[in-house]
């Protein structure tokens, strides 16, 4: 079974603080996917990686940095986190193109910003 | 931007009945995807259909895509409680590693 892991389920921070969500997959996954999930909003793309060190912008980049130093991990970087940012964060992987493109997501972290 | 509009955005029924959700999109699409989401979760994969499918089947589920509406529906058949759930569609473009996910539709199944 493919799992994605997060590092946190719940997460508060303050206004100002730089922020590290991190996700692991343990299925040999080439793409990564940060998306965050607001009501009424449904799942926006932050960033995207199709490889170690590759990364792409999603619909909403503002305010956000990732790192994908290596193939299994993806972190995302809130560097001076806003209230605005208060959200639910979801990762997903999948298989290279030409696959069907199914995305596994994690389990999800709801971050609070104060 | 969003690709994918669910109808309705809610459905109440009893538990037996069928449940049906709607799925519009915009643009041309390699495949359509349906995912389940438990309150507070992440998303579950529940079924892809491809572009060139009309119908798919996978256990109480059913789903079928009309590509000249640009539409598709998910038909969850003798509805259980534990089909309680938001259910997404997410659209594939040619060529296209991402997914576009519609804003969902929150199925409540009343015992």
């Known amino acids: 079974d493919v799992k994605v892991t997060q590092s946190s389920r719940y997460l508060v921070k303050r206004t100002g603080e730089k922020v590290f969500l991190e996700c692991v997959q343990d299925?040999?996954?080439?793409?990564m996917f940060w998306y965050r999930q607001d009501p009424g909003l449904g799942l926006r793309l932050i960033y995207f990686s199709y490889d170690v060190k590759m990364k792409e912008k999603g619909d909403i980049p503002e305010g956000y940095s990732v790192s994908r130093e290596k193939k299994e991990r993806f972190s995302l970087i809130l560097e001076s986190a806003s209230t605005n940012q208060t959200s639910m964060y979801l990762c997903?992987?999948?298989?290279?193109?030409?696959?069907?493109?199914?995305?596994?997501f994690g389990p999800g972290t709801r971050l609070t910003v104060l | 931007s969003q690709q994918g509009e669910e109808d309705p955005q809610a459905l109440s029924i009893q538990e037996g009945e069928n449940a049906t959700m709607n799925c519009s999109y915009k643009?041309?699409?390699?495949?359509l995807q349906w995912y389940r989401q438990n309150s507070g979760r992440g998303l579950v994969h529940l079924i892809l259909?491809?572009?060139?499918?009309r119908e798919k089947h996978s256990g109480r589920l059913r789903v079928t895509l009309d590509t000249s509406k640009k539409s598709s529906s998910l038909l969850i058949t003798v509805s259980r409680a534990a089909d309680t759930a938001s259910y997404f569609c997410?659209?594939?473009?040619?060529?296209?590693?991402?997914?576009?996910f519609g804003t969902g539709t929150r199925l409540t199944i009343i015992p």
């Open positions: 299925m040999d996954h080439e793409n």
């Open positions: 259909i491809r572009s060139n499918e």
């Open positions: 997903a992987s999948s298989l290279a193109s030409g696959r069907h493109n199914e995305q596994f």
């Open positions: 643009t041309s699409i390699n495949n």
């Open positions: 997410a659209t594939a473009n040619f060529g296209n590693e991402k997914l576009t």
